[in-house]
């Protein structure tokens, strides 16, 4: 069981927006700002989307933006595009020895 | 550019050990901390450990606690991972990720393609 919580699939259908959702507790994603979000394709290694809760990396489109509420922290994708289809990872620093924890993924699949 | 290139992964036996390797560059090594981040086959990302720029913060996961160690080579541009008393859970894709901060904070901003250990008698 992952230390992060985040939905197993969400689906959209091109042109439309989605929220992938990463709920964690005061220790982690409520506590701190180094909440990050990670695309993977198939076979690749993961991409850095969004740092920080809601900084986006050089060269990574606008369309992916993040945001935090509580213990909750989100990523949303709006304009989806074909190639958005693939797994979605958060992360976050954690308070415990443990230090960084991750959610289990969600595989966005574009209709 | 920057590039992070693993080596030292293969097929070992439950109970042996194998030493990882993360080769730096692109980049001020000594100015970030570094980090290991394993993927078990079809399984989602699962952070191992992680050091930062000066050795001096070193986190693992509980489940490598007392088995792993991680360490840098500022002077050579490297990361390592000894692996002990590996199990056939360890079984997986090994990356090297590089942090955006010298201490450890979890934002990954490079990766490396990975080396794959396989634990199995």
């Known amino acids: 069981q992952s230390a992060l919580t985040q939905p197993a699939s969400v689906s959209g259908s091109p042109g439309q927006s989605i929220t992938i959702s990463c709920t964690g507790t005061s220790s982690d994603v409520g506590g701190y700002n180094y909440v990050s979000w990670y695309q993977q394709h198939p076979g690749k290694a993961p991409k850095l989307m969004i740092y920080?809760?809601?900084n986006r990396p050089s060269g990574v489109p606008d369309r992916f933006s993040g945001s935090k509420s509580g213990n909750t922290a989100s990523l949303t994708i709006s304009g989806l595009q074909a190639e958005d289809e693939a797994d979605y990872y958060c992360s976050s620093y954690t308070s415990s020895s443990t230090r960084v924890v991750f959610g289990g993924g969600t595989k966005l699949t574009v209709l | 550019e920057v590039q992070l290139v693993e080596s030292g992964g293969g097929l070992v036996q439950p109970g042996r050990s194998l030493r990882l390797s993360c080769a730096a560059s692109g980049f001020t090594f000594d100015d970030y901390a570094m980090h290991w981040v394993r993927q078990a086959p079809g399984k989602g990302l699962e952070w191992v450990s992680g050091i930062s720029w000066n050795s001096g913060s070193i986190g693992y996961a509980d489940s490598v606690k007392g088995r792993f160690t991680i360490s840098r080579d500022n002077a050579k541009n490297s990361l390592y991972l000894q692996m002990n008393s590996l199990r056939a859970e360890d079984t997986a894709l090994y990356y090297c990720?590089?942090?955006?901060?010298?201490?450890?904070?979890?934002?990954?901003?490079?990766w490396g393609q990975g080396t794959l250990v396989t634990v199995s008698s």
């Open positions: 990720a590089k942090d955006t901060y010298d201490i450890l904070t979890g934002n990954f901003d490079y």
């Open positions: 920080e809760v809601s």
